[in-house]
């Protein structure tokens, strides 16, 4: 075993690959648990397909693709609040608008696209041929999203579980909405690069879905979630690189696995439990 | 320079001829029309009427999410739409246990959230908050439920958990929407007992409740207005109308 990780970290590419995974693996998850509470569930998939966008068109205009990807994620998720704003209680119609635009206009400008390999290297990642740089991109908005998530945890919370009492409670709920999904779209932004656009969407629901199986408050929601993200990443990464299987599909199958094994444990306990109940009955 | 207070600053809700009316394709619907209504502090008011009589606006307007037509409305003295205060106020939404669901949080970390506006900024709510929310918790008759999570517990639990929320920091004004719809008998009575025993207990704190279910409240004494047709009724004391 440690043969195999003494192995696997004498590549530099696995050492890198292994610090941005990691990042994203605790950062999407830790930006989930908003998501999924707020009801947003189909944001990630929205930004996912924008960057996808943004990815095409910088890859025409000779940009660095990932600058594209942030720049279109930045404004897909003004649109998405903007829309928000007039449509007010159709929070979701606004994310399946941008959705429409970002999948329609990847599919376009996709067409246009010199190398078409660079492209769908975006769709499930590559997060072994990050550079330096890359690196270094994915270590700073990854911690500035997760100080952002730390700093305005109380924001949050009222805003997910209920908006109007949440301003009566003093909370800017306008302002607290609009960075969130900007941080949204920063996240989804790093994470197509690494584990793909495609798969961003996933990784951001799926440790929620494992939290919300056994958390039991909103704190331990926000730890659990990150933890099946970062354990799932490195658990990915490791497979991948052993068995040669692309890593951003690899992590979020065993994020699914993860989620079977703990409602499968969760629902075998509560039947124990019934068992046991019914016996002292009688 | 001493500056003066403003008109009404003491008077926790304050109605002057205020009126709502929103446009339609056929002209403008009225929905409340030329309301005056004062609640002092330590006074208790319940505001009742039928389905669509106006109960929610007026509610909207005395919590600024609505600006009036018509009419001036007063929070503490001032403009509810630019009111910034909000640790005065303490406010119960109609909600059921069932809204809440699997939402992950515990009863204590519901109601610690409401001490935001007094909270340090950046930082996770401290131990003082957390005593604090237990404190409030306790005076609900809850304590020992911190960990508990609010989709697990009773209705009349669950309606209490959000008056020790909208109690916990403390507020002059306590706005109760529907509280006891959902309650069965035994908890909707527990619950104006709750009730009658904070107002004993601070003698400053001025309630306004809104409310459908009038017969079930017979045991409290407050002054109650009835809605009709987008107008405010003159107030008769509670127990009179429940004996009428």
Same mark, same amino acid.
């Given at each position: ?15 890198? %690959? ?95 696209? @010199? ?109 659990? %979630? ?17 068995? %040669? ?38 | ?5 403003? @008109? ?115 930082? @996770? ?120």
């Amino acid at each position: 075993m440690l043969e195999f990780v003494g192995e696997m970290f004498r590549y530099e590419f696995m050492q890198r %690959a292994f610090i941005a995974g990691l990042m994203i693996g605790i950062v999407i998850p830790l930006v989930g648990v908003t998501v999924v509470l707020k009801r947003l569930s189909m944001i990630g998939d929205a930004l996912g397909h924008a960057s996808l966008a943004g990815v095409a068109a910088g890859l025409i205009g000779g940009v660095n693709p990932v600058a594209g990807a942030t720049v279109a994620c930045v404004g897909a998720s003004f649109c998405i609040e903007g829309i928000r704003r007039r449509l007010e209680s159709r929070a979701d119609l606004a994310v399946a608008v941008i959705m429409a635009a970002g999948i329609g206009l990847a599919g376009v400008l996709s067409g246009f696209v @010199p190398n078409s390999s660079t492209f769908s290297s975006f769709l499930f990642g590559s997060i072994v041929t990050v550079d330096d740089t890359e690196l270094c991109l994915v270590i700073g908005i990854g911690a500035a999203v997760a100080l952002f998530c730390l700093a305005f945890s109380k924001e949050l919370f009222w805003v997910s579980l209920d908006e109007r009492a949440a301003r009566l409670a003093g909370v800017r709920v306008g302002a607290v909405n609009a960075a969130f999904v900007l941080v949204c779209a920063l996240t989804v932004s790093i994470a197509s690069r690494t584990v793909g656009s495609l798969i961003v969407s996933s990784m951001m629901t799926v440790p929620v879905a494992c939290a919300l199986a056994v958390a039991r408050s909103w704190r331990q929601a926000s730890l659990v %979630a990150c933890a099946v993200g970062a354990v799932s990443a490195c658990a990915g990464l490791a497979a991948s690189y052993e068995f %040669a299987l692309k890593p951003g599909g690899t992590i979020v199958l065993i994020e699914v696995a993860v989620l079977v094994a703990l409602l499968a444990v969760k629902h075998s306990v509560a039947r124990l439990r019934r068992g046991q109940r019914r016996g002292s009955a009688r | 320079m001493v500056r003066r207070p403003l @008109p009404g600053a003491a008077v926790p809700v304050l109605l002057d001829r205020a009126g709502f009316s929103y446009g339609t394709a056929g002209g403008r619907a009225q929905v409340l029309a030329d309301t005056s209504f004062m609640l002092e502090p330590g006074g208790f008011a319940i505001v009742t009427g039928e389905n669509g009589a106006g109960k929610s606006t007026l509610l909207k307007l005395v919590l600024g999410e609505i600006r009036p037509s018509a009419g001036e409305v007063r929070l503490f003295g001032r403009d509810p739409l630019r009111f910034r205060d909000w640790g005065r106020v303490g406010y119960v939404p109609q909600r059921t246990v069932a809204s809440y669901g699997q939402f992950p949080a515990s009863v204590e970390e519901v109601v610690c959230a409401n001490l935001y506006g007094s909270a340090r900024r950046f930082l @996770p709510f401290g131990r003082a908050e957390r005593r604090r929310a237990r404190e409030a918790l306790d005076a609900v008759g809850l304590a020992g439920t911190e960990e508990r999570m609010p989709g697990e517990l009773s209705g009349g639990q669950f309606q209490r958990v959000l008056l020790a929320r909208a109690l916990v920091a403390g507020p002059e004004l306590l706005v109760l929407d529907e509280p006891t719809s959902g309650l069965d008998e035994e908890s909707c009575r527990a619950f104006c007992a709750l009730l009658a025993g904070l107002r004993v207990r601070d003698g400053k704190l001025a309630v306004l409740m809104v409310t459908h279910d009038l017969e079930r409240l017979s045991g409290l004494s407050a002054d109650v207005y009835r809605l009709a047709g987008g107008r405010l009724q003159p107030p008769a004391y509670l127990r009179e109308v429940a004996r009428a």
